[in-house]
């Protein structure tokens, strides 16, 4: 599976963005998707997942009742949409598959990922 992030970008405090994940090769049906990000001297953390039929969302308490994350199969894609967004968003957010039937916070269990997108909050 081959991922591409996009959407990434400048916003102010409060602001929103919506970030897209296209995955091409195998099934893209098949995986859970989830979004990651890593702030600057940080670990990446996990932020949303989604199960394959999008009928289960996961979120990290930090950005609960902010972000939602959705995605359409008959696209090959996922989205982040991110509002009421905070300086301490800024990150580059990555975009991951897991073929795991149940989700897995911890990054290292991911098995593909995408390349990244930067967001950056200002104050």
């Known amino acids: 599976v081959q991922l591409q992030a996009s959407g990434g970008g400048l916003v102010q405090a409060g602001g929103s963005l919506r970030l897209s994940c296209a995955a091409s090769g195998r099934t893209f049906s098949s995986y859970f998707m989830g979004w990651f990000r890593q702030a600057p001297g940080k670990e990446r953390e996990f932020v949303a997942a989604i199960s394959w039929s999008g009928g289960r969302t996961y979120y990290a308490d930090s950005v609960k009742g902010r972000f939602t994350i959705s995605r359409e199969n008959a696209k090959n894609t996922v989205y982040l949409q991110m509002n009421s967004l905070k300086p301490e968003d800024t990150a580059v957010y990555y975009c991951?598959?897991?073929?795991?039937?149940?989700?897995?916070?911890?990054?290292?269990?991911?098995?593909?990922w995408g390349q990244g997108t930067l967001v950056t909050v200002s104050s």
């Open positions: 991951a598959a897991d073929l795991s039937t149940v989700v897995r916070r911890n990054p290292s269990l991911w098995d593909y």
